[in-house]
């Protein structure tokens, strides 16, 4: 059984910073490319961010380009999201994903998640 767990959210102020992380067990962290979503309040979950198997492929949603990095720590077979110049707008729950399509940013394509951590940015 696949297991997806996320830490690392709370509440920051904006311009802030905050990192998440996604536990993985080896097998999943070998086996599937993954990807971070989020769901705000009355919204539909919207695609963050995704990394290749291998760590060497990565791309992001535009509204979070050049302010979020997502980078693999093999060491801890743990996806991370480094959240930086945090914006009320980011506010939302983060679910962490795995699934076999690299890149894709259809919450569809991917068939293991995370229970979700929340991220409270305030202004």
């Known amino acids: 059984q696949v297991q997806l767990v996320e830490s690392g959210g709370g509440s920051v102020q904006a311009g802030g910073s905050l990192r998440l992380s996604c536990a993985a067990s080896?097998?999943?962290?070998?086996?599937?490319?993954m990807a971070w979503f989020r769901q705000a309040p009355g919204k539909e979950r919207e695609f963050v961010g995704g990394?290749?198997?291998?760590?060497?492929?990565?791309n992001y949603a535009d509204s979070v380009k050049g302010r979020f990095i997502i980078s693999n720590d093999n060491a801890k077979n743990t996806v991370l999201l480094q959240m930086d110049s945090l914006k009320p707008e980011d506010t939302a729950v983060y679910y962490c994903?795995?699934?076999?399509?690299?890149?894709?940013?259809?919450?569809?394509?991917?068939?293991?998640w995370g229970q979700g951590t929340q991220v409270t940015v305030s202004s």
């Open positions: 080896r097998r999943t962290f070998i086996s599937y490319a």
């Open positions: 990394i290749s198997r291998s760590g060497g492929s990565t």
């Open positions: 994903a795995a699934g076999y399509f690299s890149g894709s940013s259809s919450s569809a394509q991917y068939v293991y």
